[in-house]
């Protein structure tokens, strides 16, 4: 009996010292997305007292505006499946019809930047329903056709766009009666409508919705044999999409107060591209990620701008070979083996 209650005290002592530690365990039940959207509507809440009102604040302010665009291409690539170039077409759309419904048809902005957004859903409907039908370099190839169609067209209706000249005193964004004609102001009109849209971009990723979506990236045929109807979807997508970078376009044209075809060129688009590849074609919070470090890049490399598509191309491709899903979501996937490599190690 005596060596028996040794034996259960010595069992005992074991058990207890093979406890895994907790220091490195993470809870899983909590809603990460949630919690890190919070922490960055506290950020932009506190950044311009740290800021002030001058150059950084305007860089936030066109980070806010390409990361609209950013997230509507990194929904339709990472989550659709297809390879569009037409989202500096849709920023162009945006910019130039709000600012014609304004200084052609006297309208308020609000009123024009909401009329714009449906005419490029509408516009979207009606690319996709055709181009659609592509799929890889073909719809790539085609969305680019779209996209320098709509540059000629910039440049040639002079008698509604103002051709090379462009269009200039463009009403600032109001409500009721408040200018948002500065950049302090601006900012804390841009940044909520893009919190807006990354939130939304969040929910519809982890909704049904968004679970058609990845099924049709992976594969088409295999969604449409469980009920998905893969057009349908596809074109809901793009729409959403298009919708997006046109918002941006439209905020663009009410806060630089002018715009010119240089809006729509096709280097708009490659930087677009490169900003997700940067970020991670399937990580929401690395479309964001990739605009801020491709615009303080652009601001601080100014020196390079001669050789900017050349070094664009470059990284493209490097990108494109070494981190097939993107530079964040390579770190990411790395410091998540390493992770659990240390809890691993905790737990021995």
């Known amino acids: 009996m005596t060596n028996l209650m040794k034996h259960s005290s010595s069992s005992t002592t074991i058990v207890e010292s093979n406890q895994p530690s907790k220091a490195f365990i993470i809870p899983t039940n909590l809603n990460w997305d949630k919690i890190a ?11 311009p007292l740290l800021l002030g009102d001058g150059f950084y604040l305007t860089l936030m302010n ?16 990472g989550y659709g499946g297809q390879l569009s170039l037409s989202h500096s077409a849709f920023y162009a759309i945006g910019a130039y019809s709000s600012a014609i419904f304004c ?12 009329l714009s957004q449906c005419l490029s859903a509408l516009i979207a409907w009606g690319i996709g329903v055709v181009v659609l039908r592509l799929r890889g370099h073909y719809l790539a190839i085609a969305t680019l056709s779209f996209a320098m169609i709509v540059e000629v067209l910039l440049r ?10 462009g269009l200039s005193e463009i009403p600032a964004i109001s409500l009721g009666g408040f200018l948002f004609d500065t950049d302090m102001r601006f900012y804390f009109f841009v940044w909520p409508v893009t919190l807006l849209l990354l ?9 049904r919705i968004g679970r058609a979506f990845r099924a049709i990236r992976e594969d088409e045929g295999v969604a449409a044999i469980f009920g998905t ?4 979807y596809k074109i809901k997508l793009f729409i959403i999409s298009s919708v997006y970078a046109s918002m941006a376009g439209s905020l663009f044209a009410h806060y630089v107060t002018y715009i010119s075809p240089a809006v729509c060129s096709i280097m708009f688009a490659v930087e677009i ?14 479309a964001i990620l990739g605009v801020a470090v491709i615009t303080y890049l652009n601001e601080y490399l100014a020196f390079f701008a001669e050789y900017k598509r050349t070094v664009y191309g470059i990284a493209l491709i490097v990108i494109m070979i070494f981190f097939p899903n993107g530079i964040f ?19 021995q």
């Open 199 to 207: 939130l939304f971009a969040l929910n519809l990723v982890n909704s």
């Open 156 to 165: 040639e209706l002079g008698w509604l766009t103002g051709a090379l000249r």
């Open 103 to 114: 200084l052609r048809f006297g309208l308020h902005p609000i009123i024009a930047i909401i």
């Open 37 to 47: 959207w919070l922490t960055t509507v506290l950020g932009v809440l506190i950044l």
């Open 329 to 347: 979501h390579s770190l990411k996937t790395s410091a998540a083996h390493l992770l659990k490599l240390v809890q691993r190690n905790s737990e």
């Open 229 to 232: 109807d893969v057009r349908k």
């Open 62 to 77: 066109f980070i806010a505006l390409y990361s609209m665009v950013a997230l509507g291409l990194c929904l339709l690539v």
């Open 273 to 286: 591209i490169l900003v997700i590849a940067i970020g991670g074609y399937t990580m929401i919070w690395g």
